[in-house]
């Protein structure tokens, strides 16, 4: 069983993007599979995956940024965008989550 923390990136765009539904959905995915995202190169570790979104299909949904802490069963969700708002995570986010997930 893994745990979910939110940062306040993604809880804050969360109801945005995702109802209880298909949050719920989400969740239990990626509680099955975990290393789903790819690695963002240079992010210390950190996932992005593409999620569907009603209306919107994969390619066209959201970009989930998160980040594992399987040794205490810690899903860490960062942020998430959709497409066609932004197309890559901010470079000075990716230094900071690195220096976060880096250091412990």
Request: with cysteine.
């Amino acid at each position: 069983m893994h745990t979910f923390i939110e940062l306040h990136p993604f809880a804050t765009v969360r109801d945005k993007y995702l109802n209880d539904e298909e949050f719920t959905l989400f969740q239990y995915y990626l509680a099955a599979h975990p290393n789903a995202g790819d690695i963002i190169p240079r992010s210390g570790g950190c996932r992005k995956l593409r999620w569907a979104i009603e209306g919107r299909g994969k390619r066209g949904g959201v970009r989930v940024i998160y980040f594992l802490r399987l040794n205490s069963g810690q899903i860490v969700l960062v942020t998430m965008y959709a497409k066609n708002v932004q197309e890559n995570i901010d470079p000075n986010l990716l230094k900071r989550l690195r220096e976060v997930f880096e250091n412990g």
